[in-house]
């Protein structure tokens, strides 16, 4: 009896919102097609419809679609202020729409289907849109949008032409949305917690914040320059496939940047970012009047020598310098990095092409001003260095490498900042990978592990316990990149490993 009753109750909680419950004026689909509003009424449309002659006087009239119905609207419609659209699980296919005022709004059900092709919206107002159904921008050209709200949790889509934000729109996603090519043009927000696909360009002048859970593939990606609150960001994963990144705008990456299929990477402001991750596949990468920052990682498929591998610290601490050439010595600094393990800091560099080369000198400051020498490591036959600093200072630490010359000639590395925290928790695998096997060194005895694909799912794996942490592998597909979530009682990681 008791599932009976909620059954029952889902019943009619679904229905009720499907359905045109209170009507001033009803249409059937048939006879006299003009409606007059006066202001404060609802129309409800019961019946299959082409073309309405809708006179909007007064404000905050309703149109109401009723379950399973289509109501085709070629022609143009001019709301007055306050007008909400519930396509419901109907559907509405409309040539054109004014907003005149603000308030007005169009709700789609989670069955219904809302069909706009118009090239874009006109008119004084806002409009709000509250898709959980189909969300379709069916004209074949570009469509622009001012003033547009859009709570997406189901399907937009935009099969050719450009999809373009302009002033005081604001867009969250999280749901899907596909599009031929789009552009905020000046968007105030756009948050991302679902999953957006561009075949071709991304072209980002507003606010675009891709957040942690969020997915972002684009054939290309531009990031302009419209100055502080108009950032591009990324605490997700962005995939870009063929097409260059070209960063005339600052943006901040926090998490994975991935360039695959020879797309290239031009920085023409500062990228920076904590904890984040550039791949570059087989493209380029260039610097021309940008910087890259931060505590990110940078691996460049094309010459994994020169590259800098991330590690991950127990509280989110690493420190990493930009892949560096020293040209004035005898010797190549292929990275310079730190991370806490332990109650310890260990400090790592890799280099090469050595001749007529000296020693090493670690030096730390508490200010990155101030630099003392801590550590002394002559030339070994080895192309990797490993320096422990095991009485590191409380909280942020600053490292550089002294690098000398027989002759006396000495330059300096670039600073790596590592924060510390006694007895905390840590965990850090090198990135990329050796395969399919991520090697966890951690001090977490029983650590709560999840795993996803860059779609969001669920990866089944085999965890087995290592002298320094464990070993995870995917059960049965081979992958490219996995989010691995590994919480400790105190600590909580959630970091992207590169296989390889």
Known sequence: MKNIILILFAFITVNAYSQCTTCDITYTGSGDSNINFS????????????????????????ICIADGVSWTQTNGLNLSSGTTINVNNGTLTSGGMNFNGSGSSINVGGSGVLNWAASGSNGNGNITINNDGALNFTNAGDQSFSGLILNNTGTVSKASGEFKLGTSSVVTNSGTMNLADFESEEANSFSNTGAINVSGHFYNHGAFNNQSSGTLSVGSLHVGN?????????????TVNGGDVRFEGPGINNGA????????????????????????????????????????????ANNPSGSEEQFDSGNGSNGSSNPTT?????????YFKGHQL????????????????????????????????????????NEVYNYFDNDPIDGQNYYRLKLQDLDGTFEYSKIISIDFEKNS????????TE??????????????VRILDLMGREVNFKMN????????????????????????????????AILR
């Open 39 to 62: 202001g404060n009424q609802t129309l409800c449309i019961t019946g299959n419809s082409g073309n309405l002659n809708i006179n909007f006087n007064g404000t905050n009239n309703t």
């Open 226 to 238: 419209k100055g502080v609150g108009k950032e591009f960001i990324n605490n997700g994963t962005v």
């Open 257 to 300: 940047l991935i360039l695959t299929s020879g797309s290239n990477l031009i920085l023409e402001k500062e990228l920076s970012g904590t904890d984040g991750y550039v791949y570059l596949e087989n493209g380029t990468s260039t610097i021309s009047g940008g910087s890259f920052t931060g505590t990110q990682g940078f691996y460049d």
């Open 326 to 334: 020293t040209n004035a010595l005898p010797i190549n600094l292929l």
């Open 342 to 381: 332990s109650n310890e800091i260990v400090i790592s560099w890799k280099v090469s092409d050595i001749s007529n080369f000296d020693r090493f000198e670690v030096e730390r400051s508490k200010d990155a001003i101030s630099f003392e020498r801590i550590g002394l490591q002559s030339l070994m036959a």
């Open 425 to 432: 928790e840590y965990m850090f695998f090198e990135n990329p």
């Open 435 to 448: 395969g399919q096997r991520v090697v966890i060194n951690t001090n977490i005895q029983k650590p709560v």
């Open 465 to 496: 316990r290592t002298a320094e942490g464990f070993e995870i592998m995917p059960k049965k597909y081979v992958y490219d990149v996995l989010i691995i979530s590994f919480n400790g009682e105190r600590s909580s990681f959630t970091k992207r």
